[in-house]
């Protein structure tokens, strides 16, 4: 085992030991609770090894250094987890299986859009799962939408044949209460599911909160710096 495999298989084990401890914890399933390794500014020789290593499912913030990760790694469930601009839809749909950070109408007519282009194509022949991202600090610059909205975009949403609503996922706010933002979220995903029964996914949780995200209910956590390490590793 190569020195960066050894780390990342120590790290993995790391990470694993304590949503294992969370979900115990809560009186959860480990199996309720997937991973999503955060990959954002690493090569595409960190995924590999992950891979290797048994992860199946990697989150990319950008769209430019995504898709050549995913055809250099295939096999792997793809999901874009960073904000995205709509004239970016076309170029997401050829290589994810899901877009977490859908925040507004205009956005999900383009990704549909681009699902029916992609179709048309013969490059993709599956709907696009989908997850709202719901704010929970009302920062226009985080993304997300208010969750009053949620409502609305939901139904949007799940208008569209070219894409499947799964759920909400959602970033706790700077210097807050995680626990108190995470309990907010999983209200939000009981209305939900309430219209949606379907959209029962809950991403939330990251490197420094995965806990209190597990214990409110979250069913994914996006994982990078506890993995990969600081992101000063990376390639350009």
Sequence with gaps: MTGRKAELAE???EVEARIAAACRAAGRARDEVKLIAITKTFPASDVALLAELGVTDVGENRDQEAGPKAAEVPGLRWHMVGRLQRNKARSVVGWAHEVQSVDSAR????????VRAARDAQIRDEPLDVLLQASLDDDPERGGCPL????????????????RLRGLMAVAPLGADPAAAFERLARAAGELRKDHPNAADVSAGMSHDLEQAI??????VRVGTALLGGRGLASP
């Design 11 to 13: 790290n993995l084990a």
């Design 107 to 114: 956005l999900a007519d383009a990704l549909a859009k681009a």
């Design 148 to 163: 009053a909205e949620l409502g609305a975009l939901a139904d949007r949403v799940a208008q569209a044949e070219e894409l």
């Design 215 to 220: 214990t409110h209910g979250s069913t994914c």
